[in-house]
Structure formats: structure tokens, C-alpha cells
DNA sequence: CGCCTTGTTGAAAACACTCAACTAGAGTGG
DNA sequence: CCACTCTAGTTGAGTGTTTTCAACAAGGCG
């Protein structure tokens, strides 16, 4: 998995193992609205290609043609969007089951980056099989349709989040990011794996990497979260939520028929 | 228009005219693709009502079950996000041809309110109408996913904004508001009405109403743009997009075969 | 070992917020 | 007609948060 190493391209024997490999992101979708059988095969036949990435690539460039959709099936990616005078916000973070550029099946291309957090797995869904779900299957189609709308519902929380301090920022980043890992079993209610930098924590929350520093000292100094060593501990959820005024309902973990 | 009088249902005579009511909607469509007759036709009959609401009206409520999305015709609305503590952010705002709550097919509760910056007038589309267009017809679904996806490119934007001061910020603002005004024949290059007050406007950007008021007199003063009396004056507009940073790529203007 | 990245802390400056006061105009009722 | 009230906009002064600039410690890795 060195940063040499050539995205991987999948050998025809794996195609059995595909339904395994989509099992986050079948648990992503059933936690929506039911999946029958046809619809799930439909899925494992849209997958062209298994790639892997070192942490630092850039998968996918903003203003660049795009061919396919990527879901990630195993580390974490950012959404990065670059200012003029270099700085960089992330306006999105993906984890395992999440479809990380479903949007650019009707884009075409995006208007952000794409990269690797950490060393990644990915699926790849050609557009192509995906359009043609969008004219056989509609209920599927509205489905996947709903991921992207949940996705715009977490870019609206990132937006409002705008009017809180540092403090509360970060541990409502933290409540989502926790909520979002437990859903595909990532997470436990003490914590979860949180293998980013304070830096690229930084720009997610829209602060200098120096005064994320010392928000997550003001964090751990008030015992509502602990962040180190590529993890993030929380002593008591509740109080974390309480603190963040936190309210999950805007990722919508509930099924419904749709 | 007045606040005591009931929301307005059309009646059936009225059906022949809605097509012209839709005119910007269908300029909103056609700005990313064509559109067929029998398309045209679809959305044409499914629209159930049409209503106008006065200024300062919450037309949705969050966590209300939604029978029907909302369909901006004149006016302009905005998505309101209310933290503990009681203050308001604004998640989105809307100009004529917006869909206001597509998002709520599938979603079925929204994660904000809907309320009205004016006077404004709308037209229903029933979940009912909806899903059935979403079966039968594969392509104008496409184009209804893409206009929930731009929605989302557009958070996406108010996210990253979050770096800048206010000035920028603002500034972004107005290049934006212009930019989708103009799609609709609503601005000239010299500016657009604005008819919003300091305050509403600091909700958008993220301010207090003090701050927000001070923002606007340093563009003023340095001659970007004047917000005064319901109206946004641009002198240069290439200034103030260079000023802002604005490329207007995420508002996705061009037809593309989707 | 030297070099790089990451994390940490201090001090000063910049930015936005709060509190407070005041103006101007629209609308109301005596 | 005028006083009253309300909203919107404006400005000043002081406070608090976040940024900037700078320096340094700890660990991984060539």
C-alpha cells in the first residue's frame, strides 16, 4: 500500500466476494428503507473496479470529467475544497459505506477534491451502470438519491455549526462522526478511531491548526472528550451531547419506505 | 396578501396557466438540460396548489411530515436553522424557479424550517405526483436528483465561506445571489433587488446585526457594492468577484446530456 | 545523527461580539 | 396634529475569541 503502488484493479475471480466487500454500504442503505434481493445484485453489478490509495492521495480532482462514482469501502476521505492563498476546508468526511461522489453521476464533474485521510479501499460504480439502475430500478434510484440528500443534510449541520464557538464546534464534530461509525459498527459508546492530524482536524472545523490544539486541551480539560494517538475517547456521551446540543436527527437513521 | 388570509387554493381553471407560472422553474431546468414535452407535460400536472404567503410566515416546520415539496414562484424564502439559545442560522435561501424542499421525498421530515424573506407565492408538488414521475419517467427524475445535488454543491460554498472574514464572506454572498438571479432575469450587471434587512442578512452570513451593519459600510466605502434600500448596487462587478474569490462553477450553469 | 512532522505553549494583534445609546422613518391612537 | 411606539439602521467603547508569529519539545525515519 506504498505510495508507488498503482491503484489495484480487481481480477474477474473476486466478483463473488463484491456483496461482502458492500456490506457497510448495504447497512448504510437498510438503515433507510429495505433492500430486496434484485436490488442489491443490481448494486454488485454496477462495481467495475476495487482500487486502494496511500493516505495523502488525491482520488478525485475538482473540474475534472468524471466517469464513475467512488464508494469507500475501508478508511476515511475529506471533500476539500482550496481557497485562494492556499488554505484548505474540508466541506465533507466520509467513512466505510459511505458514497463519496455519487453527486458526479449528475455533476459530472465536482467542484472539490477528493483525498485519502488515511490509506484507503474503494469501489468504483461506473456512471454508465449507474444510469442505467436510474432507468430500471426506481426505487433503488430514489434510494441512492436519498444518500445524496442526506449528505446535503450534513453539509447544512457543517454550515449552522458556523455560529459556535471552537469548543462546540469540535464536539459536534465529534457526536456526528460518532453517530455516523455507529451505524456501520465503528464505534463503541466510549469512542472510535480518529486516525486525523490536529491540522486536517483544523480544517475541518474551519480554525488554525493552533487553536484546534488548544481546543482539545479546553475538551480534555473539561473531561467532555479526549483526543490522542489517533483516537477519540468519550468519558460520558451524554454530556458530550448535551454540551455540543447535539441532535442526530439530520442523518436520518430510520427506516422509512421511500 | 395579508397575514389573516388563508393560503389560496387554486381552482381548476387556473390549470391552463400553470405552465407560464413555471416558467422559471423550467429556465432552471433547461439552464443543465433539455427538456422533453412530455416532461414539461409531467411536471405541469403535478402541481396540486398554488399559495402565497406573507412575509415573516414559517411555510414548513422542522420534523413535520411532508405530503408535498415546495416550488418557489415569486419571492424569496429562506431555510432556517435555530440553535439552543434561540439564535438563527440560515442554511439556504431562494429565488424564483428554487425548488425549496425537493429534498423532503425522500427525507419525509426536514432538518430546518422553511420561512418567507417577502410576500411570496408557491406551488405544490405532492409526494404522490413526485413518485410517480420517479417511476415512469427516468430522465426527468435525473434532472429533479441534479437540482438536489446543485442545492447541495451551493451548501457545500457556505461551508467553505466559513474561512473568510466578513467582507469576503458578504461579498461571496452577493456574487452568488446574482449569479442565480441573473439565470432568471432577476439582476442586471449593475445589481439586484435585495429586499432584506441588515438583520436577515447577518443570519445568512453568520453575524450579529452590529457586525453585519459595519460589514456593509466597508463595502461601501470601498466601493464594491452598496446594500441600501432593498436594493444591492454593484459598480464593478468584476471587482467585487475578484474581491470575493467568486467562480461560479458550483452553481453549475451549463446544459450537460444527464 | 539530522531532519521532518506533529504537537505544544506564549505573547501580541486582528477580528467579531456585546452593551449601550441614538437617529430616522412608518404606523398608531389620542 | 402630535405624541407614542416600533422597527431598522448607525455608531462608540469595551470585551472576548481567534489568529498570527514565534519558539520549542517529542517522535519517526532516512
Redesign the interface.
Known sequence: MSSAMPPFAMSSVDRGSIGDMLSDFFRTLETRDALGPTERDALVGAVSDVRVHPEGDTLIRA?QHAEHSTLLLDGMVA?A?Y??GG?R?F??IHVPGDFVDL?SL???RL??DVVALSDVRVALFPHAAL?RI??EH?HL??LL??L??????I??????R???SAAVRMAKFLCELHARLDLIGGATPQGFPLPLTQAVMADII?LTPVHMNRTLRNLRESGLAVVRDGLASIPDLAALRRFA?FNP??L?REP?P?
Do not use: F, N, P
Open positions: 473540474g471533500r475544497s481557497m485562494a488554505k476546508q466541506v465533507a453527486h449528475l455533476l459530472r467542484d472539490h444510469r436510474s432507468e426506481a434510484t430514489r438519491w436519498l445524496t440528500v442526506i449528505d446535503a443534510a453539509h447544512r449541520e457543517w454550515t449552522a458556523l455560529g459556535h474551519g446540543d436527527a439530520y436520518y422509512e421511500r
